[in-house]
C-alpha cells in the first residue's frame, strides 16, 4: 500500500493548488520533508523547478531537490538515491508521452514504484496525475503538432487502475477535454476519472478521498455500459473510503 495525491490541474506558481500542496507536506508527517521534484514532461524546466522551489521550499518548509533526467543518464543507483531518500515525489505538468518513454527507458518508473511501496508520497499536476494511473487522456501530440493533433491514450505506470484525465473541465487548443475524454470512454473499457483543476484525488493505503484548493472542484467517474456512459461527481468528504468504490464499475 502507497500515498498518491493525483492533482488535475492549476497554477503552482500562483498558489491556486496551495491548499493541495499543504495535504501532500502534511501526509509525509515529517517535520521537515525532503521534497523532489521531477520536471521531465516540461522538458526539465528551470522556471518551472524555481516555483516548484519557491512554494514546497520557502513556503511549505521543505528540504527540496530537483532530478533532470533529459541530456543525462543517471545510474539505477543514483535514481534509487535520489527518489527513494525522498520523503515526498512530485511530478510536474507537460508533455506525458515524452515523459514516460523517457522514465522507462532509464527505470525511472521501475524505482518510483519501489518508492510506492515503501510510502514514499508521490504527488504532481497534469501529467504529473496521469503517471500514476494505468492509462492517461493526454494532449501530448500538441507538443509535436500544434496546428493539426488529437488527445491521446498515453500508458501510465498502472499504481491506480483506471483511466484518468486531468484538466476536466477545462479545454486545451479550444478543444474541451471533458467532450473528448468522454468519446475516448466510450471505445475503452476501463474506469474513467475526471479530476478539474484545483481538484485532486488522495490515496492513502488502498482508501480515498476528494481534496480541492477552490470551491466547486471537483473530480467524476466515468463508466462504460453498453452503448451508455455513466458520468458521476465523486462526492467529497473528509473521511477516506475504499478505492474499489472509485477504481471499479459498480
Not at 476528494?210 to 468528504?237: C, F, H, M, N
Request: proline share 3%; hydrophobic share 40%.
Amino acid at each position: 500500500m502507497g500515498r498518491i495525491i493525483a492533482i488535475g490541474g492549476g497554477d503552482i506558481a500562483a498558489r491556486e493548488t496551495l491548499a493541495i500542496d499543504r495535504e501532500v507536506v502534511a501526509l509525509t508527517g515529517a517535520a521537515r520533508p525532503r521534497a523532489l521534484f521531477i520536471p521531465t514532461a516540461s522538458g526539465d524546466s528551470r522556471d518551472y523547478w524555481h516555483a516548484f522551489d519557491d512554494v514546497y521550499g520557502r513556503e511549505l518548509g521543505c528540504e527540496t531537490d530537483v532530478l533532470y533526467l533529459l541530456g543525462v543518464n543517471p545510474t539505477a543507483a543514483e535514481l534509487e538515491e535520489r527518489i527513494l531518500g525522498s520523503d515526498l515525489v512530485y511530478v510536474g505538468g507537460g508533455n506525458t508521452l515524452k515523459m514516460m518513454r523517457r522514465w522507462r527507458r532509464l527505470g525511472v518508473d521501475h524505482v518510483l514504484a519501489e518508492a510506492y511501496r515503501r510510502r514514499v508520497v508521490l504527488s504532481g499536476l497534469s501529467a504529473g496525475c496521469i503517471c500514476w494511473f494505468s492509462w492517461g487522456h493526454s494532449d501530448s501530440m500538441a507538443s509535436y503538432h500544434p496546428d493539426d493533433w488529437s488527445y491521446i491514450r498515453v500508458r501510465g505506470m498502472g499504481l491506480l487502475d483506471a483511466l484518468a484525465c486531468p484538466h476536466f473541465d477545462s479545454a486545451t487548443k479550444g478543444v474541451p477535454r471533458r467532450d473528448d475524454f468522454e468519446a475516448m470512454m466510450r471505445k475503452h473499457r476501463d474506469v474513467g476519472i475526471g479530476i478539474g483543476d484545483c481538484c485532486a484525488i488522495e490515496v492513502v493505503d488502498g482508501a480515498y478521498r476528494v481534496i480541492t484548493s477552490r470551491p466547486g472542484a471537483g473530480a467524476y467517474q466515468l463508466v462504460r455500459r453498453g452503448r451508455d456512459l455513466s458520468v458521476k461527481r465523486v462526492e467529497q468528504r473528509v473521511e477516506y473510503r475504499p478505492t474499489e468504490g472509485l477504481l471499479r464499475a459498480d
